[in-house]
């Protein structure tokens, strides 16, 4: 029989009626607990650590590490980054970019050994852009089509394989209203592995006109379709998360060109010929909104992602 009972570093005494220190069976919420149970804290760098409802979440804005000191089974939530909203060709004209699409959204559970050093890797200086952890990999979006007759097409979302992805970005036209295809997505949308794994497509522009791009597909949907002349698609919300407290949403699409909202998280693009894109919210994976002028693009880019890790930590 057992003489101490360890719950994240403590010891638990259980004296009996008779002043004994034994103890035959521990409890804990109606489950029975063998030893070791919670997570001891973890050590981090580069991170933001925050108690919340119960659970630390320790957030990786970019690149950083993650050293559990206990074998056991952590949370986590990626986003990687979003695709880039396009401006027209070399001129302003009526023909302006698509929105980008949203990085990949990718959840679950993972099991992680003490005393190993997990490496997060947001990877910016490389093309594609791919959010790593763990040997998880949050793919980016997909770029939004020019409208400049060359690449009306938005780009698919990058891709490793079967099921994953990122989101495609919006269809363009130009001004022989020849209509841009929308950017797809490989996400499975749904368990892929042993994880959730979000995308969907971008949206295509409206069908007559050149002056209505496709908004960038988010994580939970489709980005809009241009329905009315002379408004660009819009970009969908994204995925809803709560783990820093408020609800938030990640992954979400850039508006097409012209006044395509970028609802949640993405860019809303420029309501003017030479105006400019509204930026997606930071590491938001958010897609970037589509402009006219190709002088003014910045605003455009997509968000960088984001990754959650949350635990129980024992007392």
Do not use: C
Request: zero cysteines; proline letters at 4%.
């Amino acid at each position: 029989m057992a003489t101490n009972l360890n719950l994240g570093g403590k010891t638990l005494l259980n004296a009996t009626a008779k002043g004994g220190t034994k103890i035959g069976r521990a409890f804990l919420g109606g489950t029975r607990v063998y030893g070791q149970q919670f997570p001891l804290p973890a050590v981090s760098t580069n991170a933001t650590e925050s108690l919340v409802n119960g659970f630390t979440v320790v957030e990786f804005n970019g690149n950083g590490s993650f050293t559990p000191a206990s074998t056991t089974t952590y949370e986590f939530f990626m986003v990687g980054q979003g695709g880039n909203g396009q401006a027209a060709g070399a001129t302003p004209s009526s023909y302006g970019g698509g929105g980008g699409g949203d990085g990949e959204v990718v959840f679950g559970t993972i099991t992680l050994t003490a005393g190993t050093t997990y490496n997060i890797d947001f990877d910016s200086a490389a093309i594609p852009k791919e959010l790593t952890f763990a040997g998880i990999i949050a793919h980016e979006g997909g770029d939004g089509g020019t409208g400049n007759s060359l690449s009306n097409d938005g780009d698919n979302g990058y891709t490793s394989g079967i099921g994953t992805g990122g989101s495609g970005g919006g269809g363009a036209q130009d001004n022989t209203s020849t209509a841009g295809a929308a950017g797809t997505s490989d996400a499975g949308n749904g368990i892929v592995g042993s994880v959730y794994r979000y995308g969907n497509d971008g949206g295509v522009p409206h069908p007559t006109d050149g002056a209505g791009a496709g908004g960038g597909g988010d994580a939970l949907g489709y980005g809009g379709d241009s329905q009315v002349d002379g408004t660009g698609g819009e970009g969908g919300a994204g995925y809803p998360n709560t783990w820093l407290g408020s609800t938030l949403y990640y992954g979400s699409g850039g508006g097409g060109y012209p006044s395509g909202v970028g609802s949640g998280g993405g860019g809303s693009a420029a309501t003017s010929q030479y105006g400019s894109a509204t930026l997606p919210r930071t590491n938001s994976g958010g897609g970037g909104g589509g402009v006219n002028d190709p002088s003014v693009p910045s605003n455009s880019v997509g968000a960088l992602g984001k990754v959650l890790i949350r635990y129980k930590k024992g007392s």
